[in-house]
């Protein structure tokens, strides 16, 4: 079917419209039929204030609620003056007599329809969704309120744009009493109502305040079937005068009320969408300058609006106001609901120290469990944590809030940490889990750097060391002696280890010179105590490499140097006190032991024995042991896998992650020359190419 569309020079034109009967066929046939007639790249236009005056025309012509249709009587409107917008968007007053014409010189039915829409539409091509509906619904108003609006006072055509759309109107045929009056205002009044969502779609998108991603309800939202039922539903109120079927018109008012309730679940959607970036960004705000430690708790965890802020005191067993934390400072548990029973007796004693102690008393605990998907198993198991606790908790069966800014600000990754707040809600440490589990109460108050000083000269290491074996507090503290301390996961070399050691204490030139020895196997421990040695020197590391430059902190790098002997076939260091003289694998060290007959009588001639054995290691011994990868390995980690550098000062090259273990062969590689043994010092080292 061919017909001729636009007027003037445009009649010349033909366009093939497909005749489809828009009440049988699916949305988006409709839409592939009209989307080649709109511009995409339309100029915007601010239509509020003509949408405003014609829909004052419009509804002014019926009694609100549809009772009845009375155009004889004029009716108290409201006259708005100065309504012409300040875009001066003003659409001629022949386009709308045409699109008019349109809308009443032709028989509507649902064979034309159609192809009557896809005309008004050829003329309104190079407007936006919203424009097409108001500039067609002026139109309708032209013949639906025209004679009625004339009647009225001069009052009303001292508005300009009034004036505009009506000057050149004549007396037209009243509509008979007798029509289906009532279903005419029905329509009427939907269509207002669509073409009300259609301005409110555009506006938002116009406002490019939100894109795609964040309110993606909003681009999908399809602006083309609204505006096409609204010009249709126009088209058959416009032809009251022409005794349209009762039926078609009732067929359009249901049609029109499944669109309407189409665009209010679209309208809440994007409320929604647009409400959840407004509360993020609130949270985000909070986050980063909180008020006081109640609203930073707020934005964690509970609704923005919500007036119930509550948590639960595991002392008195009772709910409490969250405003018993005002002005607190706050260690912030945050953890899921598994495997996080050595993290709350780790709290324990923190929690003890900090009632007990009348300096403290301002520090409170505050458990915030976070869990995506509440269910009866995980509220039981939330009831058997909490009764583990003598802390506040947060009891709030959904998924927190402040999850994104939880995730982004504190970095959590689903394991347990510990954020320390003070009174004002500023962070002061974004992770002390490692440092408490390491330094207990001697952190406090867990602020970033509190475990500096308790780091340096090696502390980390000696307060571990004494813990699996309490001689050496004697040993290192009050008697300052030489102590080797080894281990390794070849039980043969540290007991070989060992033996040349005893030899060592034993010789007569150590008695000579007032030197004293003492040695300790770690990997003769019982297994839980050295597991848990390896575990807090691991929780050493982790607290210091999430907060301070791996490349500058020494202290960063001594911790990752032990660590990485952890599962070498030996190792062992050497001290004079509590004062680190060497730290080695060991073949280097083994040799040093070995050799003790060819250096012992250094220890007179050069006054010492630490002077003696770094004489021997650093002259006959390094030159001659090939270098050796570091595997770093990070058991149970409680945050983000952290990026590592070798701590070796001659590479400081980024170390290979493999799965969560670390490499590093400082430039090198290994050719496959290892004897069945697989012993270290078999491999031939050779540079990489850089």
């Known amino acids: 079917m061919t017909r001729k569309s636009g007027s003037g020079a445009n009649n010349a034109s033909v366009k093939e419209v497909i005749n489809i009967n828009p009440f049988s066929v699916a949305d988006d046939v409709i839409s592939k039929n009209i989307i080649g007639i709109h511009d995409s790249q339309a100029t915007r236009h601010d239509v509020s204030h003509l949408h405003h005056v014609v829909t004052n025309i419009v509804r002014s012509s019926t009694l609100t609620g549809g009772d009845s249709l009375d155009l004889k009587r004029a009716k108290s409107i409201e006259l708005v003056e100065d309504t012409i917008p300040n875009s001066g968007f003003m659409p001629s007053y022949n386009k709308l007599k045409e699109i008019a014409c349109q809308m009443t010189c032709h028989p509507f039915n649902t064979k034309n329809a159609h192809e009557s829409i896809v005309g008004i539409l050829e003329k309104l091509k190079t407007y936006t969704w919203d424009a097409k509906a108001v500039i067609a619904l002026t139109a309708f108003a032209l013949d639906f309120g025209e004679t009625w609006r004339l009647s009225l006072t001069k009052a009303s055509k001292e508005n300009a744009l009034e004036l505009h759309v009506f000057r050149f109107g004549e007396e037209e045929k009243q509509p008979s009493q007798q029509q289906s009056v009532d279903l005419i205002t029905t329509l009427v009044d939907r269509t207002i109502q669509l073409i009300d969502g259609i301005i409110w779609l555009e506006k938002l998108i116009a406002d490019k305040s939100y894109g795609s991603k964040e309110v993606p309800t909003l681009f999908k939202a399809p602006r083309d079937l609204y505006s096409y039922w609204a010009i249709l539903a126009l088209l058959a109120s416009a032809t009251q005068m022409t005794g349209l079927d009762w039926n078609i018109r009732s067929e359009v008012v249901g049609r029109l009320k499944i669109v309407l309730t189409q665009l209010k679940a679209d309208q809440d959607k994007i409320s929604g969408e647009i409400e959840k970036i407004r509360d993020l960004t609130w949270r985000r705000n909070v986050f980063g300058a909180p008020s006081g430690i109640v609203q930073l708790i707020k934005a964690l965890v509970f609704p923005r609006d919500s007036n119930q802020l509550e948590i639960w005191d595991n002392t008195s067993q009772d709910w409490v106001d969250l405003g018993v934390l005002e002005a607190k400072n706050l260690l912030l548990f945050i953890s899921g609901l598994d495997n996080i029973e050595d993290e709350i007796w780790a709290l324990k004693p923190i929690y003890e120290s900090l009632t007990k102690d009348k300096d403290k008393q301002d520090y409170k605990i505050l458990w915030v469990p976070i869990v995506e998907k509440w269910d009866k198993g995980e509220k039981e198991k939330f009831e058997y944590l909490k009764s583990l606790m003598p802390w506040y908790v947060v009891q709030y069966f959904s998924l927190v809030k402040g999850f994104i800014p939880l995730q982004e600000e504190w970095s959590y990754e689903g394991k347990p940490i510990v954020v320390v ?270």
Request: with cysteine.
């Open 421 to 690: 707040a003070d009174g004002r809600g500023e962070v002061l440490n974004k992770n002390a889990l490692h440092m408490i589990f390491v330094w207990g109460i001697k952190a406090f108050p867990f602020r970033e750097g509190d475990d500096e000083q308790l780091s340096h000269h090696w502390n980390w290491f000696w307060i571990e060391a004494k813990k699996v074996n309490p001689d050496i507090e004697q040993w290192v503290v009050r008697e300052n002696k030489y102590v080797f301390f080894y281990g390794g996961t070849d039980i043969t070399w540290t007991q070989r280890f060992g033996s040349y050691l005893d030899n060592i204490k034993r010789d007569s030139i150590l008695k000579q010179t007032d030197t004293y020895i003492e040695h300790f196997n770690l990997s003769r421990t019982d297994p839980n105590s050295e597991s848990k040695f390896w575990a807090n020197i691991t929780n050493s590391f982790l607290s210091k490499i999430q907060k301070h430059n791996f490349k500058t902190d020494s202290v960063l790098k001594e911790i990752q140097t032990f660590l990485s002997m952890k599962n070498e076939k030996g190792w062992a260091l050497l001290s004079k006190g509590e004062n680190l003289l060497r730290l080695d694998y060991n073949e280097a060290m083994m040799s040093v032991v070995e050799g003790f007959e060819i250096w012992r009588n250094k220890i007179v001639e050069l006054q010492g024995f630490e002077n003696a054995f770094e004489y021997y290691y650093s002259n006959k011994v390094s030159p001659n042991v090939p270098l050796h990868c570091l595997h770093l390995q990070l058991n149970n980690i409680r945050s983000r896998v952290p990026m590592v550098y070798c701590p070796d000062q001659s590479c400081g090259a980024k170390m290979e992650v493999e799965s969560v273990n670390y490499k590093c062969c400082h430039g090198m590689h290994y050719d496959d020359h290892v004897n069945e043994d697989g012993d270290a010092h078999t491999p031939v080292m050779k540079r990489l190419k850089s």
